[in-house]
């Protein structure tokens, strides 16, 4: 069974606030009405909806979306429920996935990309989808010492502070953002796809996220 994890992107997709980011825009150079086909012209941030982090997004000199190692954006993955840890944070106030982790501990296998359903998929479109705690820094890593090849959830961003996101692209690590669908995934291990767009000096990409399970 094919499960769509991907935000449905228009002009009225929410970007990150507070960020400078504009809104997508959406033209069609011709249509049906003028010619035998359509084609369109977007303009987007390479971070709304859907999308991913590569290394070049916060490690300077990191890889690109081209250069990436697409392994760490699909492949073998588990759902882990955040949800009963969303108010145990750290001293820092941070989420920490440390207990998730030890939690499903029989479900992870070194490989894996983690995907977490923290319940924010539920924010979607409106203003409180970006009111969140910022992963720990030790975030990369924890994902590190599993064996893991990187992190996906149903939040909007890893961290404000960049200590996480760079914790996880400087290993090499997927960061897998804003995905939603995630509930009916809890608990079970599946084949994730979140490949990027090849942008030669892509810090991150829209992408059409999917898992594949047996059911």
């Known amino acids: 069974m094919i499960h769509d994890l991907t935000i449905t992107l228009d002009e009225n997709t929410l970007p990150f606030p ?9 033209k069609h150079l011709v249509d049906h009405t003028v010619y ?14 859907t999308h991913v982090d590569a290394p070049l997004h916060y490690c300077a000199g990191g890889k690109t979306t081209a250069e990436i190692d697409l392994s760490a954006y699909a ?4 759902c882990l429920d955040m949800t009963p840890y969303m108010e145990d944070l750290n001293e820092n ?26 319940g924010y998929e539920n924010l979607v479109g409106n203003p409180k989808y970006f ?12 994902l590190e ?22 914790a996880v692209l400087s290993r090499g690590m997927s960061i897998i953002e804003s995905l939603i669908n995630l509930k009916p995934l809890i608990g079970k291990r599946f ?8 942008f030669a000096d892509g810090d991150g990409s829209p992408v059409r996220a999917y898992a594949i399970t047996e059911d």
């Not at 996935?97 to 990309?113: F, R, T």
């Not at 404000?160 to 760079?166: D, E, I, P, V």
């Open 191 to 198: 084949y994730l796809s979140a490949v990027p767009l090849k």
């Open 93 to 118: 106030g941070e989420l920490d996935i440390a207990k998730v982790m030890a939690a499903n501990k029989d479900l992870i296998k070194s490989g894996d990309i983690i995907v977490l359903y923290t």
């Open 145 to 166: 010492s599993y064996g893991c090849r990187g992190i996906g959830f149903d939040m909007s961003s890893i961290d404000r502070s960049g200590l996480a996101h760079q």
């Open 75 to 78: 492949g073998q993955a588990v």
């Open 18 to 26: 507070d960020s400078g980011d504009p809104h997508m825009t959406w």
């Open 36 to 49: 035998k086909a359509q084609v369109s012209l977007f303009s987007m941030v390479t971070h709304l909806g």
């Open 131 to 142: 009111d969140y705690h910022d992963f720990a820094g030790s975030t990369g890593e924890i």
